[in-house]
T-cell receptor, first 110, second 121 residues
């Protein structure tokens, strides 16, 4: 059971907009910023967003991140087949004394 | 360009100790926290622990009594030891630069490519 809650799957057709949610509590998302990681098939996770909505260099602006209260969301517009991956949210957790992860959302482009 | 590379045995016997090393290039290991994360087959990510050259370390409660991390500044490497390995510890182990501070927060970037560790009975 993951500390942060994500839907196990999401899907969309090319060009569509998809949103992935991440729910936490006051000990994590409610007190700290949220990060998102993208894991392509067979690869290591890669940082997609840090500090809620900051994109590292190289991440297309089709991706956007936001946070409100104890929840966060990742939005992908103009969906492409290359976006098929597992997406994980994460935030520092006071109980864990470390970063807590969501269970991951598998994005399928139909 | 910062790069991390995990190394260690791919196979460990149950009840034995796992030792992994993460070699860091492109940045001094002195200036950041460094973390280990693992991922069991078909499962999500599990943070194991972090270490700073100052000696500050944190471990996940699920592994706290069995995990120990260390830093070798002369080799720009950090290491993980996990004792009493069981089949449940079979996973891909990743190392990552940890952008957290002493009070927490932060993010993990970049990550190593990961190394698969299988525990045999």
């Amino acid at each position: 059971q993951s500390v942060l809650t994500q839907p196990p799957s999401a899907s969309g057709t090319p060009g569509q907009r998809v949103t992935i949610s991440c729910s936490g509590s006051s000990s994590n998302i409610g007190s700290y910023t949220v990060n998102w990681y993208q894991q392509l098939p067979g690869a290591a996770p890669k940082l997609l967003f840090y500090s809620n909505d900051k994109r590292p260099s190289g991440v297309p602006d089709r991706f956007s991140g936001s946070k409100s209260g104890t929840s966060a969301s990742l939005a992908i517009s103009g969906l492409q087949s290359a976006d098929e991956a597992d997406y994980y949210c994460a935030a520092w957790d006071d109980i864990l004394s470390g970063p807590a992860f969501g269970g991951g959302t598998k994005l399928t482009v139909l | 360009q910062v790069q991390l590379q995990e190394s260690g045995p791919g196979l460990v016997k149950a009840s034995e100790t796992l030792s992994l090393t993460c070699s860091v290039s492109g940045v001094s290991i002195n200036n950041y926290y460094w973390s280990w994360i693992r991922q069991s087959a078909g499962k999500g990510l599990e943070w194991i622990g972090r270490i700073h050259i100052s000696g500050d370390t944190n471990y996940s409660p699920s592994l706290k009594s069995r995990a120990m991390m260390s830093i070798d500044t002369s080799k720009n490497q950090f290491s993980l030891r996990v004792t009493s390995m069981t089949a449940a510890d079979t996973a891909v182990y990743y190392c990552a630069r940890d952008w957290s501070s002493s009070w927490g927060g932060g993010w993990l970037d970049p990550w190593g490519q990961g190394t698969l560790v299988t525990v045999s009975s």
